[in-house]
């Protein structure tokens, strides 16, 4: 039993040894030199699909065809009520709503671009817009979709609309 009990806190100790052991160091790890250059390669599989004007028509929609059945399930809840235990009040649920912080009206305020500019300038306007603003030292600029401007920190335009 004493060899058995030897041998095995032998073993542990190599192991904790091997583990501690420190890693060589990394200019011995041989890197490859990185590939440079372009390289080409012949296409693997071409895929055919027939002609646009050979694919069948899709069935037309046709207003009887809708099924108008629709399902109500009731709802599940997660928690459900034990038979002939009275309900407990939920210890984290607040009871009152703390108090807003008032915020400070705006410096500033003044009317950006609009979808209609895009349409003045590209003769089409994009729905909805993506109106995004950055503010710097002394300009805030403006982007909506295509369209962008430069305003003073007063709000007064420095460039006309542009692409």
Do not use: C, W
Request: overall charge positive.
């Amino acid at each position: 039993m004493n060899r058995r009990l030897l041998r095995a806190a032998g073993v542990g100790l190599l192991a904790v040894a091997g583990a501690l052991a420190p890693a060589p160091p990394p200019s011995s790890v041989r890197a490859e030199p990185a590939a440079t250059g372009r390289r080409a390669f012949a296409a693997a599989h071409f895929a055919v699909s027939p002609r646009l004007r050979d694919l069948p028509p899709e069935p037309r929609f046709r207003p009887e065809d809708v099924v108008d059945d629709v399902r109500v399930r009731p709802p599940r809840f997660f928690r459900v009520e034990a038979a002939g235990v009275a309900p407990s009040v939920d210890a984290a649920r607040q009871a009152s709503l703390p108090e807003a912080a008032a915020l400070p009206a705006p410096s500033v305020s003044f009317d950006g671009l609009s979808s209609a500019d895009n349409g003045a300038l590209f003769g089409f306007r994009v729905s909805p817009p993506d109106t995004n603003g950055d503010v710097g030292p002394s300009h805030y600029v403006e982007i909506v979709n295509l369209a962008y401007r430069v305003y003073d920190k007063s709000g007064q335009p420095l460039t006309r609309p542009a692409s």
